[in-house]
Nanobody, 115 residues
Framework: QVQLVESGGGLVQPGGSLRVSCVASGRILRLNTMGWYRQAPGKQRELVATITSGGTTDSADSVKGRFTISRDNAKNTVYLQMNSLKPEDTAVYYC?????????WGQGTQVTVSS
């Protein structure tokens, strides 16, 4: 059984920073692309950023220059460093990963940007 567990969400003021993490656990033979998605109330889930096993990254235009995705392959962990946060970044952030050629989702972590 493979699980993705996120941590690090919370409440932060506009302009602040936050880092969320996601650890993949279980019987992992191959951990391919990992990424972060988010879903705000009343909106569809959207891509935030992805990173391949080789370290190639991609991100949404709305977060370019503010968010950085990284991973530690030895720890099966992906990170999302979020800087210069805006109220419109408020959402539930979901970890996604292709593990053993199967797509998995985490349970989500709430990020709220508010003064």
């Amino acid at each position: 059984q493979v699980q993705l567990v996120e941590s690090g969400g919370g409440l932060v003021q506009p302009g602040g920073s936050l880092r969320v993490s996601c650890v993949a656990s279980g019987r992992i033979l191959r951990l391919n692309t990992m990424g972060w998605y988010r879903q705000a109330p009343g909106k569809q889930r959207e891509l935030v950023a992805t990173i391949t096993s080789g370290g190639t990254t991609d991100s949404a235009d709305s977060v370019k220059g503010r968010f950085t995705i990284s991973r530690d392959n030895a720890k099966n962990t992906v990170y999302l460093q979020m800087n210069s946060l805006k109220p419109e970044d408020t959402a539930v952030y979901y970890c996604n990963a292709e593990v053993n050629w199967v797509n998995y989702w985490g349970q989500g972590t709430q990020v709220t940007v508010s003064s």
